[in-house]
């Protein structure tokens, strides 16, 4: 295959337009969180998502696993969270080794407020695309990662 060929195809590649998106949607949703006053990065959203669902006082390492981050960024991230009041963490009853990861009181209202922002970047996101192609596209991503986890 000639340079220009190898060229088209990496260019044409899906994972170029994976980039793409995820770093639109990182974007946009930092630019809204900013333009509310909130102080917060997409990726400390992502950790506190993961637990305003049913994961707070989760393992450190369950953490960074769910939200697919090595050890030493999610330690950063988590250290960021309770410098703004958000989280703390304890030591694991369990395995003293470990940490749990609780919202404070101020991380957990902060949900009413960054929820319906995320939310509305997620419908912007998709406005006018159809719903069975949204669900195609969450299926073939899910392939893909399976695919490269092989």
């Not at 949607?25 to 909130?38: A, D, Q």
């Not at 960021?80 to 080794?97: A, H, I, T, Y």
């Not at 404070?104 to 997620?122: F, I």
């Amino acid at each position: 295959m000639s340079e220009p060929e190898v060229t088209d195809v990496l260019r044409s590649a899906v994972s170029r337009h994976i980039t793409r998106a995820h770093t639109a949607f990182r974007l946009k949703l930092l630019s809204v969180f900013m333009e509310k006053g909130i102080d917060l990065t997409p990726d400390m959203y992502f950790i506190l998502r993961h637990l305003w669902g049913d994961q707070d006082g989760c393992r450190q390492q369950e953490l960074a696993d769910k939200t697919d981050k090595d050890k030493a960024s999610l330690t950063k991230l988590v250290d960021n969270l309770e410098k703004r009041g958000l989280v703390r963490r304890s030591m694991d009853d369990e395995d003293r080794r470990g940490k749990r990861v609780w919202l404070t009181s101020h991380g957990l209202q902060l949900k009413d407020t960054v929820y319906p922002l995320a939310l509305s970047v997620v419908a912007m996101a998709e406005d006018g695309v159809n719903k069975d192609d949204i669900l195609k596209v969450k299926e073939t991503l899910e392939t893909l990662c399976r695919n490269l986890k092989r």
